[in-house]
Every structure is written in C-alpha cells, then in structure tokens.
C-alpha cells in the first residue's frame, strides 16, 4: 500500500511480532500415485494353509482381473508420506483451537490406549452377548453417567454423529405427536441456530419456521409465543445460544412450548458450558443431543468420528431406536446381566447398524472416569473462565455486538476492522502467521462478520496470553498495515487456494498423466 | 484434575482481571433454582492406571482368544501396525475438519487420495470423503436417487443385509409424513425376493419395476455372500429409468470381484480396510458415484485447485450441496463424518497396493472355499451352492444353530450367525465368513465339531 510522503522517512507499516511461531522447513510430498512403481510392497501374507481357488473358476464373469490403480511402495516410503502429510496439519496437540462451537478440547492418550486393548478393539457386534458383556457394561456406564449429567430418563447411543443426534432426536419428538394421533408440521428454529438443525428439520419432513433473535441476541419471547402453535412439533434450540449466553428464560420458553403440546429440543453442541453446573433436564428439555467428540474428549480426526447420543424424557422413551441395553439377572460376580432389547414395538427403528460408534464410547467413558464429578465441574468453569478472559481483553479493540454476559465462547464482529477493508476471514487467515488456528469466522449469522472465539478448558494462562497478544497486533495490523492482513496468511506451505477454480472445474481424484485409470 | 493447566492463583488472578468475584458470577445468567447444587453422581475421579484397570477388567469380559467365523457386515481383517502408528500422529488425531485449507493440507491431500482409491476399486467416478457406514452410506444413496430421478420408490433387495434395511426404512419414512410412525420395520413386505442360486430374482425385480421405481438398492456380495449380476439388474432397472444403488458391505471383496460399474451409485462400508472391530463402530461409509449426479452427492468433496503461486493445493469443494450453506436446502444435514477412519482405509490400501488386495482377497475366497467344502463333507448343507460367492457362505444343519453354536464354544469357537431372526424361511441357517485369519487347521477343528454332532442328530437337513 502507498504511503504518504510527508517529506520526512516514509513509516514502515505495523508488523507484528509473532512469538509463538518461528519458520520451520515442511518437506515436501508428492502424490501416494506419483510416488508408485510397479512391484513394490509393503506386506507380506502368510503363506496359504489351503488349496488356492481359482478366481475365474468360482467366480465365472464376477471375477476381477486388476482392482485398479492402488499404489505400490515399500513400508518406509509409506511412513514417511502419512507423516509428512501429517506435519502440514495444524492440531490442538501443537496449540490452541479457537473454533466457537466446536469443542476443540484436550484428547487425553488414555482414551485412545484403553479403545485398542484387545477384548475391545477386537469385538465382533454379533459375538454372543455372553461374550460381550465388558462391552455391554461400558455402555450401559457410559449412558447413566450421560443421564446424570444431562438429568434426562433415557438415552441412546446409536446416532453416529450429532447431526444424526439432531435426526434422531426430531424422530423421536414425530413419533410421540404421531402416536398422540396429532401429527404435527412446523418446527421452529432461532436465526442463531447451527445449519444441521434446519437441514435435519428439512430431512425429517418437516417444515421450518425461523424464529427471530432479540436485540440481546436470545429467543425473543414474544415471537416465540405469536409462532407456537398447535401445529409445531418443536423449538431446536441451542443453548447456551452460539453466542455464548445461557437462555435466562429458558423455562418460559419450555412453558409456553409445552402448553400448546410442542417439544423443547436442545442442540446439545455447547454443553461444555454447562456440565455439572446446571442440567437440561431440570431446566425443561425434552430430547438433546450431546456430541461426545466435543464435549466429552473424543478426538475430531480431521472431520470424524464423531459421536451424538440423544437423551430424552420418559415420554419419549418408548421410541428410542433398536436395540437398547436392559439389566437382566445378577450373574455369579453379582453384577446384572446385561442384553441387547430388541423387542420395541414402537421405536422409530435403527438410524445405523450395530449399536453406534462403539470406540467413541469407550474414550469418551474414559474421560468421565478421569475427571468425576469434581473434575466435570472444573472443567466447565475454567472453560467459562478462559472465554471470558478473552472477552475482557479484547473487547476494547473488537466490537462485542451482544453485551450479555457469556459462558463458554464470545462473539465479536469485524466492524471496526471492516472501515479498512479487513473482514474476520482475513483477520482468520492472520492468526494462522502467529501460530494459531483460526476461530470460526462468519458465524452465527445473526453477527455480521462474526469472530467467534472458544478456548475450551484446555488452555493455560500463558496460551490465551499469547493468543490475545496475537489478536491485538491482528488489530493494529488491520488499521495501519491493512493490505498485510488481507493477503494472509504469509508462512504456509500454500497461500490462499482458489475456492473458486475448485468448484468450477472440480477435481476430485488423481489422474495419471497416461490415463492409465481404471474408470 | 490433570488434564487442567491452571493453579489455583492463576484462576483467581484471572477472576480478578475479568473484575469478577468468583467463578460464580460467570454463571449468574444462569436462573438461581436450576443450578446444581451439589455433585454428580457419576464415579470418582480416577488415576491413569485405575482407568486402564477398569477397561482391562471390561476387556476380559469379552470374548478374547476365541476362533470365530463372524462376518455379516463387520469383518475380521489383519490390520498392519503401521496404520494405528499413523493415525495416531496428534496432526492427524486431533485436528477438526480442514476448512482452513492452508493448514490443512495434510488431511485434505489424504481424502483426496482417498476419493481416487474409492473410485479405481469400486470404478465409479467421483467418492466423497465419506459417511457415517455402510448402512447410512445406503440410506443417503437412496434418497440421493430418489432427488436424481424426482421418483420416490425405493427397490430393495431381501438379501441386503437386514440392519441397513432397517435403516433404509427408518430413513425413508421420513419422506412423507404420513408414513407409519413406528413398528413394521422387521417386516419383509416390499422387499425384493432372491431366487434359488440366494440372488436377487430378476423375474421379480421386472415385475415390480415401473415409473415409480427411483432405484433399485442391492447388496453386492450379498447378504448371503453371492455376488449379484449387476449387468443385468443395471439392464432392467435402466430400462425403466430407475437408478442402481449398490451396497458393498465388504469392501475387500473388490479385491477380487468384478466392481459395479453398472451402477450409478456405490454405497460402500470400508472396515475390512484397516478398521477395528470395535463392537460395531467407528467404521467408514463412503458413497461413489457417476460423475453427472456430483451436484446430488451428499457429504464433503476434496478438491484440487491451485494457490495464487500457482502450487498444488488441496480445498473442501461444493460446499454450496452441504448443510452450513444451504441450511434446510441440503442434500444431507450430514456434518461429522468419519476422516480418521477413512485415513486408516487409505493406509490399508497402500500398504496392500495393487497387488496386495488381489493376494488378499484371493486368500480369502480360498479359505472360505475350502472351509465351504470341509463342513459340507461333515454334513452341513451349503446353500446356495450355485451361485459365486466371496468369503461368507449359508449352511443348513439339522440341529438348530443356536444349539450348535452352545457345542463350539466350549471348544472356543465362535460359529457363524444364526439367521432365523431375519430369514426364518431357511429353516436351521446360519452365515459363516471365513478371512485370512481363519487357518487350515481352525477350519479342521471346527469340521471335526460338525460331525460330532449329538446322537441322534442327523447334521444334514
């Protein structure tokens, strides 16, 4: 950018320090294709204990000749390749993960350990449930501790993520207007909400209903009482919202729900804000989902697994999804029984095969035991605390549209920055020059421009430290050297890819220069 | 508690700084009468090497050290120790799905790896990132087909496995409200019927076949194990506009059988690759596709494209289809799915390669040919005896299955999956799957427990 010639030295612009990072060389890597030449390999079989089949005898014109372009390498090429992919990722076990609403917490390595040992990595779903009851008994602990926590009735742990959670938990709710012989067609969902909660509203048949934020950014009461009606099925409502604030009135929004016979369904994404501190089902939830990849420590792997049981009230047990686990009678080591309960005439029927991510589970249990309910309670205040400390250090430099107080995660918006032409991506994309993951940027769509920011528990005072730090010289950069922050980030291996070229001309697998694919 | 970093005076300190009292304050929005007053009742607070006790005692209680002759749509495979190596690298494990594409090029260029492996074994054209599983990859593919053709009918076969059928109707009565609510879901009624040879019968695929058919979905290899004749559901079905949806449970059987390249869509349960079995889960969906039906594709794309230095670069792409663009307009509300296992999969098949799955999959339809022969020899009659077949196969014994399986336990054996529960009409069936790691001399045993059937008891039915 130009600067003014005022006769005197022209000012270098504002450049800021970054403490967390130094550069660092990346190795580069080739495609696992280009990589390839024919006759390498990396496995060895045992040699074969019976008579070797003939593929085109048995298999007649069924049978394959070549399964494709697989690539050929030895083991050491191969190691070197994942690892060095792995090191062009940024991870929370390199630092911290703002990303609001989504949980970026602390994996502990127990958790991945005790999943591999090999009575549990190794069970087979259909193993006779006489042989299965160390797993049966991991679930059933797993769904009461999940009940206390959420102070619900029931629980299933089927839902293979929470978007699947949020399916479930809304066929739950259509499955008890419809056996009460009202079937009902609206479901309303505040303009904050998470854009699973319309698309999973949409895909379960429904129609939605958008329910306006007040000036606070909450349920606006109001509205909400001018939209129920005895045609809506139920509220999806996130709380606390995605801006961070607890609903204060949550009870009248269960109340004024629950007199025109509609549900009160809550997004349990940001329940990190409130385990062990308070309980939806005290505050007038009917079903929720939690999604244990967040709040309960399993790790995110890049997009998955991820895990999203649904806990419900006693009238929507009857429809929870095939099977669930039941204590039958003590056996010799004094403890129930445990078995698969099939036998459901009114559920709304599997949403997956087998029982759910079973390995999620296991980690997640692992962290319930690690921290007990003294620990559960720690956890979620220094999650609030950390936020908070974010908010009172940055909120003189960055707008803070809503000024309620806030739990777990703060919203500010690009307003300021904007005058310079800086928007939240690019101030995203800066935070990435500092050694920081970016915060989720545009989001929820109620901010314009919104930087929502999660520290989650995880983070040590001198980590949020650095982390302000970072944001303050972003702010300072964006006012005095603005053209620095839009053309961030300046230290990854790629700049900014081109979005646009990609979804113009997709490209989505490898092609050999010869052609040589078997499609 | 350990996984905290803060001292007591550095919280207070920074209460201090925020001008609060106590931690309190923090959650003054929160109405007095519904905060918890007191401790949740879940267990203590546990030491590293209590909580290993605790799921090693769990572990015991399973089923460790048996022989087993499980499939059914989850699969005993070796997985090489360098897959778990791998994976549990903190990059790959701990890092969220890679919106941010700069510092997320090491998961992007690996699903993109991933989507090629996808399309070369299954020999469609475009993979997605992946699903839930296999049986929600095939209730997405169905309603995927149902958007293609604008038709609402789903055909699907009898012989697909009977879990994902649950799914699929599970799904599907989502699509009008005024389906059933609930029950009927074990129900057969509707499904298409499979012939003599446990493949799907053609004769009544043409008839139920019409203007209202969106697609046709069956399972290849089958339920059963039989491989399908795709060429000629694929004829008819097309021949009525409908769509061919296969699912493939096991996806090492490609390894050796001919890919659906009749289809247009795969729905695909990738666990055999590399993947624990884990109780039923985490495993790995993916759903593949002809090219033109890439607007229609739920999930998430990696895409190449270039940065402004003109450097190879990988992007999630078309992300105008997904659920945080599109909201109530999605193809899917699908978010989370299942990266870290898909990566296991794409180490699987490196490791394997080209010819390694061949090998494997060669391996594996020995052993299961050879296992088929052994018992038959002992008295159990194979079913569908005709018809080509992978690594599982049906026998039918005279002494019900259940009371069989009781006989091989004792002995550590666990024997194949009774299927009267689904599939009563076979009388005393069960679904055995033999893989590599079933050896010559288990399979001999187990023949030897066929024989020793109980007086009285004729094996043979």
Known sequence: MATEDTGEEAAIPFEGKRRKVSSHPSQNEALIFEKSSPGKRAYRLPPLDVPEADPSALLGTSARQDPGMLPELSEIEIVRHFTRLSTWNYSIDLGMYPLGSCTMKYNPRVNEFVSRLEGIAEAHPYQPESLSQGALGILHLLERCLLEITGMDAITLQPAAGAHGEFTGILLARAYHQAQGDPRHKILIPDSAHGTNPATAALCGYEVENLRSNSLGMVDLAELEHLVTGDTAALMLTNPSTIGVFESEIHKIADILHAKGALLYMDGANMNALVGKTRPGDFGVDVMHLNLHKTFSTPHGGGGPGSGPVAAKKILEPFLPTPVVVEGPRGEDGRPTLRLDYDRPRSIGRVRAFYGNFGMFVRALAYILANGPDGLRQTTEDAVLNANYIRSKLEDLYELPYKTPTLHEVVFSDRRQAQKGVRTGDIAKRLIDYGFHPYTTSFPIIVPGALMIEPTESESREELDLFIDAMRQIAREAQENPELVLTAPHSTRVSRLDEVAAARKPLLRYMPPDGAATT | ?461
């Open chain 2, 1 to 461: 508690m350990r996984y905290l970093p803060k001292s007591p005076s550095e919280r207070r300190e920074m209460l201090q700084e925020i001008g609060a009292q106590s931690i309190d304050d923090l959650f003054s929005t929160i109405p007095g009468e519904y905060r918890l007053n007191h401790d949740l009742e879940v267990p203590p607070q546990r030491g590293e090497q209590e909580i290993v006790e605790y799921f090693r005692q769990e572990a015991a209680r399973n089923a460790t050290g048996y022989t087993s002759f499980l499939g059914a749509g989850a699969y005993r495979h070796y997985r090489p120790v360098v897959i778990d190596a791998l994976v549990q690298r903190g990059e790959f494990l701990t890092s969220y799905t890679p919106y941010q594409a700069e510092i997320s090029q090491g998961t992007l260029q690996a699903i993109f790896e991933f989507q090629t492996m996808i399309c070369e074994l299954t020999g469609m054209e475009i993979a997605n990132a992946s699903m839930y599983d296999g049986s929600t990859a095939a209730a997405e593919a169905a309603a995927m087909a149902r958007r293609i053709t604008g038709r609402r009918r789903v055909l699907a076969a009898a012989t697909l496995h009977p879990e994902y059928r649950e799914v699929l109707a599970t799904y599907a009565r989502q699509q009008g409200h005024d389906g059933p609510a609930t029950g009927a879901h074990s129900s057969e009624a509707g499904a298409l019927p499979y012939d003599a040879n446990g493949r799907l019968d053609l004769a009544a695929l043409e008839q139920r076949l019409d203007e209202r058919t969106a697609c046709v979905l069956v399972q290849s290899p089958n339920f059963f194990g039989v491989v399908e004749d795709i060429p000629a559901i694929a004829e008819l079905a097309h021949k009525h506009g409908a769509l061919v949806v296969v699912s493939i449970a096991e996806a090492l059987s490609l390894g050796v059988v001919r890919p659906p390249r009749e289809a247009d869509v795969v729905a695909m349960e990738a666990q055999s690759f590399g993947v624990a079995l884990s109780y039923g889960g985490p495993y790995c969906g993916v759903i593949a596709a002809k090219e033109k039906y890439l607007r229609q594709m739920p999930g998430r794309l990696a895409g190449q494209t270039r940065d402004a230095e003109g450097r190879r670069g990988f992007v999630l792409t078309l992300a105008t289809r997904e659920q945080h663009i599109r909201r109530e307009k999605a193809t899917s509300n699908i978010c989370t799915n299942q990266a870290l296992v898909a990566l296991m999969a794409t180490i699987f098949l490196t490791v394997y390669g080209r010819q390694g799955i061949r090998e494997l999959a060669v391996q594996n339809l020995s052993k299961a040919h050879y296992a088929a022969r052994r018992f038959s020899e002992a008295g159990a009659e194979v079913l569908f005896a005709g018809a080509p077949r992978f690594h599982e196969f049906v026998l039918r014994t005279a002494e019900p299955p259940e009371q069989m399986n009781e006989r091989l336990l004792e002995k550590k054996i666990i024997g194949g999956l009774p299927l009267g529960r689904w599939y009563p009409e076979l009388g005393n069936a069960s679904l055995w799957c033999v893989t590599e790691l079933n050896t010559a001399a288990e399979i001999e045993s187990t023949t030897r427990l066929f024989r020793d059937a109980p007086e009285g008891i004729l094996t043979r039915a």
